[in-house]
Each structure stands twice: as C-alpha cells, then as structure tokens.
Antibody
Framework: EVQLVESGGGLVQPGGSLRLSCAAS????????MNWVRQAPGKGLEWVSY????????YYADSVKGRFTISRDNAKNSLYLQMNSLRAEDTAVYYC???????????????????WGQGTMVTVSS | DIQMTQSPSSLSASVGDRVTITCQAS??????LNWYQQKPGKAPKLLIY???NLETGVPSRFSGSGSGTDFTFTISSLQPEDIATYYC??????????FGQGTKVEIK
C-alpha cells in the first residue's frame, strides 16, 4: 500500500525548534519530488516547502524561509522538516505530500499532490 | 506569485443538485490546475488534475474544466458523502502549490 506517515509534532514554546519526519512506503521514494503543506486550525491549505527527488532543488514559502529546512534521506525513505524559531502562527497540521511532477535537465516541473500523509499537529504556545 | 481566487467560500445544496465551484488565477496557468477534496479531520484527496482529468478511482460525478485563468469544478449530482471542503491548486511553476481559499459544501 502506498503510504506516507508523519511524526514529530507536538507542543513547543515560541522560539523553539521541532523536527518533523515523513516515512514513505509502497513506492520508490527516491523517484518522487516531495512537499510539506500545512493547515492552521480552521483555515485553508498552505504550501510550505518542496524538495526534488535528488534533494538538489529546494523551495520554501516566504512565510518560513530562513527558519525551516526541508531534507530527505532516500536510503531511509524519509522526508524531514526542521523547524526553528517557531512562532504562534506556525501552529498547524503539517502534511507531507508526494508530487507527481518531475525534474529533467536541471529544471523541475511540479505536478499534482497525489499521495498525502495523515498529518501531524504542531502547536506553538507558551 | 500567482494568486488563486476561489468562489464561493461556502454553499448549501440538496442531494442530487448540480454544484459548481470556480477558481480564477491571477495570470495564465494553462491547464496546470488541480482540485482536492478534504473531509473534516482528514488529509486532502486529489480529485482532478491538469484541470480536467479525473484521478483514478474518483466517481465520474466529479469533473473539471477550464484553461488559462478561469476554471470550474462540478459535482453533477451531489451525494451526502460529498460533504467536504474543496480546494483548487495551481502548479504552473515553482515555487509550487498555491491553493485557493477553499469552498465548504454542505447539504441543505
């Protein structure tokens, strides 16, 4: 079964750090671009970060740039999101999502997010 | 950055009704648009990709159309299990993944 399972969420104080993980199974993880998407309580979906299959191309939303770091370990079929300098407005459910796009010739072309994890809740509060 | 304007923000319809949601891009995105369904407490689910292609396993009452800047998502006959929030998403270029604000669909 194709599956993504997030972990690592929890309660953290403002200014603190947290590392989210996303474990992939049922497909060749190293062949897919991946994303993090978040959803604040009662709000809509917000794309957070993108990483190409090799890890060589990375993008961030302006709201997290300089504070969050996306990475992956293809040998462990895992995606990560290191979150530093957390703020109250980072409180959200964080989803990892498989990207159906591709990279070729040094350029990456995004696609639909066809597989999503169940999400992990991050609460930033004192 | 490309902005996506989705409307309405919510709607109420009867079982069997035809439901239409629109999404407008701030610039031409060709057909690089997806539609997702999110039920309460669940992860989003891909329904339509490339503006009009039905994802495998998705009921045929769901459909999408449009290109350029104007897109439409339709449920031809609303069913009780379709109660959810629906989001459009553009993927014309990277940084990727701009979502619309969402449309909450309820049963009248």
């Amino acid at each position: 079964e194709v599956q993504l399972v997030e972990s690592g969420g929890g309660l953290v104080q403002p200014g603190g750090s947290l590392r989210l993980s996303c474990a992939a199974s049922g497909f060749t993880f190293s062949s897919y671009e991946m994303n993090w998407v978040r959803q604040a309580p009662g709000k809509g979906l917000e794309w957070v970060s993108y990483i190409s299959s090799s890890g060589s191309t990375i993008y961030y939303a302006d709201s997290v740039k300089g504070r969050f770091t996306i990475s992956r370990d293809n040998a462990k079929n895992s995606l990560y999101l290191q979150m530093n300098s957390l703020r109250a407005e980072d409180t959200a459910v964080y989803y990892c999502a498989r990207d159906r796009g591709y990279c070729s010739g040094g350029s990456c072309f995004p696609g639909a997010f066809d597989i999503w994890g169940q999400g992990t809740m991050v609460t930033v509060s004192s | 950055d490309i902005q996506m304007t989705q409307s309405p923000s919510s709607l109420s319809a009867s079982v069997g009704d035809r439901v239409t949601i629109t999404c407008q891009a701030s610039q031409d995105i060709s057909n690089y648009l997806n539609w997702y369904q999110q039920k309460p407490g669940k992860a989003p689910k891909l329904l339509i990709y490339d503006a009009s292609n039905l994802e495998t396993g998705v009921p045929s009452r769901f459909s999408g159309s449009g290109s350029g800047t104007d897109f439409t998502f339709t449920i031809s006959s609303l069913q009780p299990e379709d109660i959810a929030t629906y989001y459009c998403q553009q993927y014309d270029n990277l940084p990727t993944g701009t979502f619309g604000q969402g449309t909450k669909v309820e049963i009248k």
